[in-house]
């Protein structure tokens, strides 16, 4: 998809906003965020801690093609890891492997 993005459904300050995902984007070791609906575009920025990070790519991806090279983006170590934190933030939420997420990449800008 290259800008033909449906409307945003959140502004991008609401892409992260839990504090244990603030903290591991903080560290480096989180460089994505799946959502339900799209929080951004390529290109936006946004800021946590005091520092900016640029929207690289956003697309769609059902959750059950997510990989352990997706899952370490997110922060963890693999998709099991991943899907027991997901399902501990959102409690009776079913894991639908045909259930489509936007994913938002970005990485820091250094200035």
């Known amino acids: ?3 033909d993005f449906p409307p945003k459904e959140k502004s991008i300050d609401q892409l992260v906003t839990n504090k244990q995902d603030v903290t591991l984007v903080l ?6 965020n799946r959502r339900n609906g799209r929080y951004a575009d390529p290109g936006e920025i946004m800021e946590l801690g005091g520092r900016k990070f640029k929207v690289t790519n956003v697309y769609r991806q059902n959750i059950g093609d ?3 090279a997706d899952a370490q983006k997110e922060g963890y170590k693999d998709v099991e890891t991943y899907k027991n934190y997901i399902l501990s933030m959102h409690p009776g939420m079913p894991w639908l492997p045909q259930m489509p ?11």
């Open 66 to 68: 997510l990989t352990d």
């Open 27 to 32: 560290a480096g070791s989180k460089t994505a």
């Open 101 to 111: 997420m936007w994913v938002h990449e970005f990485e820091e800008i250094k200035e």
């Open 1 to 3: 998809m290259n800008g």
